[in-house]
């Protein structure tokens, strides 16, 4: 159990009534210590029908996408469109200090618990509202989802290869742990303001502005040089005037079992260092001989030729095949060589130096009668660790803790309340 | 003017690149006092990276930089000088949260480490963030942050399943790692006013990243299921994809993610005919016949502008958007009327755009009201007013090299 000595956010509750877009949110809040009280509809959060699920048994109790989202959450059912839900969901109010909503923009208004509404009932309260696109403006009203959320912000025209469509991750959904992290942070500038003021407030989160923040320079490229970056595969492509023309740098390299990335260039002192380990290391197994004494303090991205570069690649393409991943990653770093591998999950769970941290953490789900592993801190602190307190919720698994103990409704009017689907 | 949240708090920015001073620049928008630390002698790489000002690198032209360094005072200091321990000494007694983002050891080299800083002052916040983190057998490993992409599996989950592994333009984790250590940095200091004790934050960028790809990580360790690279295929949806349309390189995103939503795009795309097609009458056909499905709804977008096809489609209650440009973000309406880019005037670059926050303050908004600062644009203030320096000893300071000027920069970017 955390404390509010040895967590940032502990003694602090949360009430989080959001779908798949809005989970993560609540999750960081818990992951740091809060209290978080998760509020799903009789019968469930939809968002539990999304896959994959634990040994690919689809069922509402086994999504992993559920699992991985909502530690650290306790969870009840209320359904806020009944009289009685909503006055349930008020008494709960007056216990918490952030309410966490994803409903389309103007819904908790309808009901009446708008955030001027539950400001009234729980002064300093911080409502955070997470959607699409925003509580207002033209496409305030838009549906999105993982990809279209992507597209909008900006994220997808930047991946892929050159003459195909752009991508988003296959990593999904990247859109919603985007604005689930920065509704969290949202909700923290707000918590400090609140304990140094007690004045609360409406935070107000849009998915397409948090990817649009993720995008690197896509925007600030075209708000000076007027061109757009579009995905250009395993390449990064610098346009150079004539007679120059486009040049293809190569980062991403294949090797004996896979490919790793490389920044393979020269003129700056750390590429100089590194492209001259790796070609010393390639010559010291009798391999790139033709690059060898090639100054690499003389390489200039603006003059040199695409066949003089394909020359090159192709002698150190012709070494690293030689090598695994990880036998190139260990020599890397020992030797000061800008290389990493391209992991898959599988080598990411065995990543040494992720062990060697101690990074993954155990979490119990006593009612698969096993332990699963799940990714660790994201950033550390000895006194108030970051940790999981507990494994996602079942659908109203703490009715009774909350409902009978804590608001002290008797068995029998719980029986009603799921009687008339308000719980 | 409403009190800024973080007004009267002082951050010692020591941090460069992008993951840490992302972190500070989220407290000077909402108000803190930041000061950026930084060396013409050792640019700062987002200073040397691009987009620069008229496509010409100089040290103070990069929009790279300056995105991430709104509303801060800029000082130069070469830390490698000795002489520079007073003035960084005083700097981490004036500050309540010190920032390191430095490569493994750089710190300490500099007696800047935790530990030294404690000593100077008791109560510091003080954040560590790196690649891999402190500590670890891949502590040292010098990459960029297009490295981190690959050792996070984003290479290899984000492409065509026909093709090899790509590198994502955007160096994904320091987009991801600053969110958490804002977060801690605040909780720390909220800790702080109750016990009065500093903290020590360390973070390593990677493990931040990772947490970003959960379910996947689950996939793998419960059922044994590596990523693949799926193009824009969904597991769960179709149609589900990135279509052609018309002009030049234009594209747009649809995903219809129920039968409900599956009439509705039949009846705007005019084939009220596949909702009962054997093919497509159902997900489990629509996934069997995807390729020509995803084809033939490509025959029918490529008419149609991407801001047509969303409109049509969002205005039936399906979920599209533009697969939106870097010219799109800045001319979108919705960003617009967020305010999401604002236009600040810069010392050389002249008005250009900065981003804000993902999250609107109804009381207390972020406010934005000075672009980044040359390098040493505020060395008159910060090391007068803020640090009590003579005028006497900052010439001396000058002389000796502690206070770098662009006569110490290298002569080409």
């Keep these: 159990m955390v404390t509010e000595h040895d967590s940032l956010l502990g003694g602090y509750r949360v009430l989080d009534l959001t779908d798949e877009k809005g989970h993560v949110c609540g999750k960081v809040l818990g992951d740091f210590g809060a209290d978080v009280i998760k509020v799903e509809r009789p019968g469930g959060d939809p968002s539990r029908n999304i896959g994959p699920f634990y040994k690919d048994i689809p069922h509402p109790e086994k999504s992993l996408l559920w699992f991985s989202t909502n530690t650290s959450k306790r969870g009840i059912t209320l359904n806020i469109e009944t009289l009685g839900g909503r006055e349930i969901f008020r008494k709960l109010v007056e216990t918490a200090d952030f309410v966490l909503e994803s409903f389309p923009p103007g819904y908790m208004d309808d009901l009446g618990l708008g955030y001027p509404e539950l400001e009234k009932i729980k002064p300093g309260i911080i409502v955070t ?5 925003g509580q207002s403006g033209p496409y305030a009203r838009y549906q999105s989802t993982d990809l279209v959320g992507c597209a909008m912000g900006g994220l ?78 395993q390449f990064f492509v610098s346009p150079r005037p004539e007679p120059y023309g486009l040049l293809f740098l190569r980062f991403v390299y294949p090797c004996k079992d896979g490919h790793v990335v490389i920044y393979y260039a020269g003129g700056a002192s750390g590429l100089i260092q590194s492209s001259q380990a790796l070609l010393d290391w390639a010559n010291e197994e009798g391999m790139a001989l033709e690059l060898k004494g090639y100054d690499f303090r003389q390489w200039d991205g603006s003059t ?44 990411i769970s065995r990543n ?39 494994r996602a919720p079942l659908p109203g698994e703490h009715n009774e803790e909350v409902y009978e103990k804590e608001l002290g409704f008797s068995r029998e009017q719980m029986a009603i309340m799921k009687a008339q689907n308000i719980i | 003017m409403t009190r800024q949240v ?16 992302q972190v500070s620049r989220e407290l000077a928008e909402h108000g803190a006092t930041v000061i950026r630390v930084e060396s013409h002698r050792r640019l700062d790489s987002l200073r040397t990276g691009g987009p620069f000002k008229d496509g010409q690198p100089g040290t103070n032209r990069s929009a790279m930089y300056t995105a991430y360094n709104t509303n801060k005072y800029g000082i130069s200091l070469d830390l490698n000088n000795p002489k520079s321990k007073e003035v960084a000494r005083r700097l981490v007694a004036w500050a309540d949260v010190v920032a390191d983002s430095m490569a493994v050891g750089t710190m300490a080299k500099w007696g800047l480490d935790y530990e030294s800083c404690r000593k100077i002052n008791p109560g510091v916040i003080y954040f560590s963030t790196t690649q891999q983190g402190q500590y670890g057998p891949h502590s040292d490993f010098h990459g960029f942050g297009h490295h981190a992409n690959a050792l996070l599996g984003l290479c290899t989950a984000t492409g065509w399943p026909d093709s090899d592994p790509t590198l994502p333009f955007t ?48 996939d793998y360790t419960v059922n044994g299921h590596v990523v693949i690279r799926m193009g824009n295929r969904d597991r769960y949806m179709s149609p589900h994809g990135v279509y052609p349309c018309r002009g030049v390189d234009r594209w747009v995103a649809v995903a219809v993610t129920n039968e409900e939503q599956w009439q509705r795009f039949c009846l705007v795309i005019g084939r009220p005919d596949w909702i009962s097609d054997a093919r497509f009458a159902t997900i489990v056909s629509r996934k069997e016949n995807e390729d020509e499905l995803d084809r033939l709804i490509g025959e029918w977008t490529k008419d149609y502008a991407p801001e047509q096809v969303m409109t049509m489609m969002q205005d039936a209650g399906v979920p599209a ?36 926050p993902a999250y609107h303050l109804s009381k207390t908004p972020c406010d934005p009201r000075t672009a980044a600062p040359c390098l040493g644009q505020h060395n008159a203030y910060v090391y007068k007013e803020i640090l009590g320096f003579s005028d006497d ?21």
């Design chain 2, 393 to 413: 000893e900052i010439a001396d300071m000058l002389v000796e090299g502690v206070i770098t000027t662009d006569a110490d920069a290298p002569t080409k970017i």
């Design chain 1, 352 to 390: 040494p130096h992720l062990q060697a941290r101690g990074f993954w953490e155990k979490v119990d789900h006593p009612e698969l009668g096993e332990t699963i592993v799940y990714p660790g801190a994201p950033v550390r602190m000895e006194e108030t660790p970051w940790r999981i307190q507990c």
């Design chain 2, 6 to 21: 973080f007004e009267g708090l002082k951050v010692a920015d020591f941090s460069w690149g992008a993951a840490g001073p």
């Design chain 1, 129 to 133: 509202s997470i959607t699409p696109f």
């Design chain 2, 321 to 356: 958007g533009v697969v939106q440009t870097g010219e799109d973000l800045l001319n979108d309406p919705q960003l617009k009327h967020r305010q999401h880019y604002r236009v600040l005037d810069h010392p050389e670059i002249g008005p250009h755009s900065y981003n804000a």
């Design chain 1, 304 to 347: 040199i030729t695409q066949q003089e570069l394909d020359q090159q690649y192709e002698a150190i393409i012709e070494f690293l095949m030689t090598k695994t991943k990880d036998e190139l990653f260990e020599e890397a770093i020992k030797r000061g060589i800008m290389l990493a591998p391209c992991a898959t999950t599988e080598e």
């Design chain 1, 156 to 233: 997808v025209r930047i991946l892929g290869e050159l003459g195909r469509p752009p991508v988003r991750m296959s990593y999904d959904p990247q859109a919603y742990f985007q604005v689930g992290v920065h509704a969290a942070l949202g909700s923290m500038v707000a918590h400090y303001h609140r304990v140094l003021t007690g004045e609360g407030q409406h935070v107000d989160v849009s998915m397409q502005e948090a990817v649009a923040l993720s995008t690197m320079t896509a925007a600030e490229v075209y708000d000076l040089m007027k061109v757009n970056v579009i995905g250009t595969g």
């Design chain 2, 171 to 218: 160096p994904y984790c320091d987009y991801v790692a600053p969110w958490y250590l804002t977060i801690a940095v605040i909780g720390a200091l909220l800790r702080r006013r109750q016990t009065g004790k500093g903290m020590y934050i360390e973070q390593s960028q990677f493990e931040a990243g990772l947490n970003f790809v959960a379910p996947h990580l689950l």
